[in-house]
Nanobody, 120 residues
């Protein structure tokens, strides 16, 4: 069982930056991890993913060039560094883990989510 805990959300002005983190625990060897988000009234959408060893990454087009996902293997923690934030980035951000490929739409484990609010 993989357990995930996100932290680092908050309120930021448009154009600002924020870093989210997600600590994984449990049987995590070989698990790929990712970030999703869900805005009010919208479906949850994929944001970014990183392979279990940090060697491969994958991004949604909407965040490419602005967001960077990274992994601290020693701490079993992934980070989502967000720059040039826009009001449309406002959402609850979820950390997730999958035994499948990083491009899979199906994730097996989910964190509780952390709120990111970007003011205009």
């Amino acid at each position: 069982q993989v357990r995930l805990a996100e932290y680092g959300g908050g309120l930021v002005q448009a154009g600002g930056s924020l870093r989210l983190s997600c600590a994984a625990s449990g049987g995590t060897y070989g698990v790929n991890m990712g970030w999703f988000r869900q805005a009010p009234g919208k479906e949850r959408e994929f944001v970014a993913a990183i392979s279990w060893n940090g060697g491969s990454t994958y991004y949604a087009d909407s965040v490419k060039g602005r967001f960077t996902v990274s992994k601290d293997n020693a701490r079993n923690t992934i980070h989502l560094q967000m720059h040039s934030l826009k009001p449309e980035d406002t959402a609850v951000y979820f950390c997730a883990a999958t035994w499948g490929d990083i491009r899979t739409p199906t994730y097996d484990y989910w964190g509780q989510g952390t709120q990111v609010t970007v003011s205009s």
